[in-house]
């Protein structure tokens, strides 16, 4: 099946700190990628959408001035967390899905700490 | 709006014994649905994908089957193990997006 990998597997940073995490298609070009959160002993919640060259599609209560998600390339997805709070630490996973076909391929996910 | 819910919302079960984990989702527009495993402090594994024409998909010891016109999943896990003990997910493929239900966790007693 098609591979997905996220960079860092686990970060753990200063509050007011930024933090890139990297999303990555091994082996296949995702048009399309998704950026979810999941908070402790919770379900995953869609944050963003992205397609390949444009703008992000954020869900509602993300703020996208804090959450910069760019989707450089059809294999390259990245979301940066600006001047991260405490609050902002969950489990971030990403997902990917190619042109006409409705599956998702998810990745490991990275969790993050802000202390 | 969809919404998708799981029931029971933990189960604990003694070795050998087969179960039953339900999905429910409000809206019967889906293009697909999958269930997923996460062992804690893990990613996704992905289970079983039932496109929407389909009324469901065998791997090994799991079955799920999808009845799409009353909104609901289930999966099936045959004589469970401990290993099996994890959290199991549902999602929805709907629009262009995927959404969770809570999940059901799962512990297989030894």
């Known amino acids: 099946g098609a591979v997905v990998s996220q960079h860092p597997s686990w970060v753990i940073c200063k509050s007011g700190t930024s933090v890139k995490i990297e999303c990555r298609s091994l082996d296949f070009q995702a048009t399309t990628m998704f950026w979810y959160r999941q908070f402790p002993k919770q379900s995953l919640m869609l944050m963003a959408t992205s397609n390949e060259g444009s703008k992000a599609t954020y869900e509602q209560g993300v703020e996208k001035d804090k959450f910069l998600i760019n989707h450089a390339s059809l294999t390259l997805s990245t979301l940066t967390v600006t001047s991260a709070h405490p609050e902002d630490s969950s489990f971030y996973i990403c997902s990917a899905s190619a042109e006409h076909y409705n599956e998702q391929f998810f990745g490991p996910g990275t969790r993050l700490t802000v202390l | 709006k969809q919404e998708v819910t799981q029931i029971p919302a933990a189960l604990s079960v003694p070795e050998g014994e087969n179960l039953v984990l339900n999905c429910s989702f409000t809206?019967?527009?889906?293009?697909?649905l999958q269930w997923f495993r996460q062992d804690p402090g893990k990613g996704l594994t992905s289970l079983l994908l039932?496109?929407?024409?389909?009324r469901e998909q065998t791997s090994g010891r799991l079955n799920a089957s999808l009845d799409k016109s009353s909104g609901r999943s289930t999966l099936y896990i045959a004589a469970s193990q401990p290993g099996d003990s994890a959290t199991y997910l549902c999602a929805v493929g709907y629009g262009q997006n995927f959404v969770f239900g809570p999940g059901t966790r799962l512990s297989v007693l030894p």
């Open positions: 039932i496109q929407s024409s389909q």
């Open positions: 809206d019967s527009a889906i293009y697909n």
